[in-house]
């Protein structure tokens, strides 16, 4: 195993370490330890949401909205969580934030003090 990973070059041990580091930006110790994915209580969507949009917001800082079809991708891959619609899983915590858009494009704003 050794040889095998001295023959790897810079460039792969470098798309190695991107894919872990990208990886690690949706796992915090925190977010992982104790969430059900069967059955997610409001205290823990309260902090999924803001963990959610933080992290979208320092990704990408020059954007001011996120899509719900990104909020409900982000669910699935990361948390393991699969809903039919943000609105109805996110129904109380949605209300704390601006939402714009129309029925198949809806986007929620993203606070300023992230």
């Known amino acids: 195993m050794l040889d095998k990973l001295?023959?790897?070059t810079t460039q792969d041990l470098k798309r190695i370490r991107d894919f872990i580091?990208?990886?690690?930006?949706?796992r915090t110790p925190e977010q992982t330890k104790d969430i059900n994915a069967n059955y997610v209580t409001n205290k823990e969507k309260d902090k999924l949401i803001k963990e959610i949009l933080t992290n979208y917001a320092q990704?990408?800082?020059h954007e001011d909205s996120i899509k719900f079809q990104d909020v409900l991708s982000?669910?699935?891959d990361s948390y393991g969580i699969?809903?039919?619609t943000i609105g109805n899983f996110f129904h109380r915590q949605l209300k704390e934030y601006e939402t714009f858009g129309g029925n198949k494009k809806k986007f929620i704003k993203l606070p300023l003090d992230n």
């Open 6 to 8: 001295t023959e790897m």
């Open 74 to 76: 982000i669910l699935k």
């Open 82 to 84: 699969q809903t039919r």
């Open 21 to 26: 580091n990208v990886e690690l930006q949706y």
């Open 59 to 61: 990704e990408n800082p």
